[in-house]
């Protein structure tokens, strides 16, 4: 429905907007190194966010405000809801770790992690070309600027420029495609693009020809191959409370951007573009893999991990129209929005772990470093070995719900060509596995490196505590957040 009170659409992003200078602030005034105030108020500002983007979308309700620029739906909310959730725990595990790096002599973290955020809202409510744009700039800005805030640390100023460098060179690409879809359009408007294309009155290949660019685009916000250059290395040179930033909540905005442009504006031109998936998946599955296998150093690993796993999201998303039916879009989409909220669920335990260890004097990054840690701490361990066995797709964790359910989506298309890539990737899911089990390995039966006890704050524990609990608890009843996504897509799709 077409909602007169513009303003109703986009409170969440509003609050955070003044919540957000706010703190900027109230920083100036705290003389403390570890920020509590400012620590506080963000993660009661996140709270209130994800409190209200809940409400939001159970109500179920979809409004355009701003002349069309911006929706407020049950699946924008819930991603919202999702991220602004991922962006506590990531504060909760980053503080300590930040704090004994002199990364929290300012505000900054706190700051430029809600503006990052608030980026991402931007991009999951976006009804319009350039909205979409500016939301992801604001969100990768101070992306740019969180992996360079360790100041004294060479790796991290390498990777920020890397991080840059690339990072504006796709936002190009994406822009170019944009532009290119607006000059055969006519129009900005997402709900504008789709029906001039759907019209046929547009030439296809001025149309395709600005798809691949948007394509690439996404493609490096995913880390998908061979946009995955910058991954790995970004990875492995930003601090690791920061790697955690930019590998958790941002995904959620990448599905939200592929979601907004690919299915909504441009679904016409399934055809072109799921071809164009299908190769950055196969590539994605093959390439993350195999590279990940020959890594020591544990966030590289993960970071080629994170590559084939976004195969699997482009897997999901590849398969909602077969033969011009669009009869299994919403399975086909609400399981890759599955599969996006159930890794980054996985990735803030498994990250969230790797922080704590990091905590002891040294950065923890070679799996080596965990050698003997169920001797040193068996819940932590623990905690980590459910992560791993999850990315690994071992049942009965949430993993491998995620993966069955775009394997499901996969097979039930009933073409050959489709149940071959779900046979390939469970061929490479079995290579993957290989790497997660040979962490697990070092854990269990490995000489601890350092025979001390692991301490940790009450709040790290007790969240890090939840969250593997939830890894589980997901795998063996998903049934409840599978609703939520299905219904968001229903959603999405009707409207």
């Not at 200078?21 to 993660?43: A, M, N, Q």
């Not at 604001?138 to 060479?154: F, I, N, P, Q, W």
């Not at 608890?473 to 299905?486: D, E, Q, S, W, Y």
């Amino acid at each position: 429905m077409i909602d007169r009170f513009s303003w109703l659409a986009v409170y969440p992003e509003i609050l955070l907007l003044a919540m957000a200078c706010v703190i900027l602030l109230v920083d100036l005034l705290v003389k403390g190194e570890r920020r509590t105030p400012t620590y506080l108020l963000s993660l009661l500002t996140l709270a209130v966010v994800a409190g209200l983007t809940a409400l939001f979308a159970q109500d179920g309700k979809t409004i355009y405000g701003f002349g069309g620029l911006v929706v407020s739906d049950p699946m924008s909310n819930w991603l919202k809801c999702f991220a602004a959730v991922a962006t506590i725990v990531t504060f909760i595990y980053s503080r300590p770790y930040a704090a004994d790096r002199g990364m929290l002599r300012g505000g900054e973290l706190f700051t430029l992690g809600l503006f990052s955020l608030l980026g991402g809202f931007v991009m999951m409510s976006a009804n319009n070309f350039l909205l979409i744009y500016l939301g992801l700039e604001l969100m990768t800005l101070a992306s740019y600027a969180l992996v360079a805030l360790r100041r004294d640390h060479a790796p991290a100023s390498e990777a920020a420029m890397k991080y840059f460098v690339l990072g504006a060179m796709a936002s190009g690409f994406l822009l170019y495609g944009l532009s290119m879809m607006y000059g055969a359009t006519g129009t900005l408007d997402i709900g504008g693009v789709f029906q001039a294309v759907a019209s046929g009155q547009v030439q296809k290949q001025v149309l395709v020809f600005g798809l691949v660019f948007i394509v690439a685009g996404l493609a490096f916000k995913f880390g998908v191959v061979p946009f995955h250059m910058w991954l790995p290395d970004v990875y492995q040179g930003a601090p690791t409370a920061i790697t955690l930033m930019i590998g958790a909540a941002p995904k959620l905005a990448a599905f939200a951007m592929a979601v907004r442009l690919l299915v909504e504006g441009l679904l016409p031109l399934a055809f072109d573009w799921q071809q164009m998936l299908a190769l950055l998946a196969i590539a994605s599955l093959l390439v993350g893999n195999l590279a990940a296998i020959a890594q020591t150093n544990l966030k590289r690993m993960l970071a080629y991990s994170t590559i084939a796993q976004m195969g699997f999201v482009l897997l999901g998303l590849l398969v909602g129209v077969v033969g011009g039916n669009a009869a299994g879009a919403d399975n086909a989409y609400s399981s890759a929005m599955f599969y996006v909220v159930t890794y980054v669920l996985t990735t803030l335990a498994s990250f969230g772990v790797i922080l704590l260890l990091a905590r002891q004097g040294f950065e923890s990054e070679d799996i080596a470093d965990l050698a003997g840690l169920n001797q040193r701490s068996p819940l932590y361990a623990g905690v980590m070995a459910i992560c791993l066995f999850s990315l690994a797709g071992i049942p009965p964790l949430v993993g491998f719900q995620a993966k069955l359910g775009v394997l499901q989506a996969l097979v039930s298309s009933g073409q050959a060509i489709y149940v071959g890539l779900a046979v390939y990737a469970v061929v490479m899911s079995l290579i993957g596995a290989f790497y997660y089990l040979r962490v697990v390995k070092v854990m269990y039966f490995d000489e601890p490196v350092a025979p001390a006890a692991i301490q940790a704050p009450a709040e790290v524990r007790v969240a890090l505590s939840i969250n593997g609990l939830l890894v589980l608890v997901f795998g063996l009843m998903p049934g409840t957040l599978l609703a939520i996504c299905r219904d968001a897509i229903v959603q999405m799709l009707r409207t």
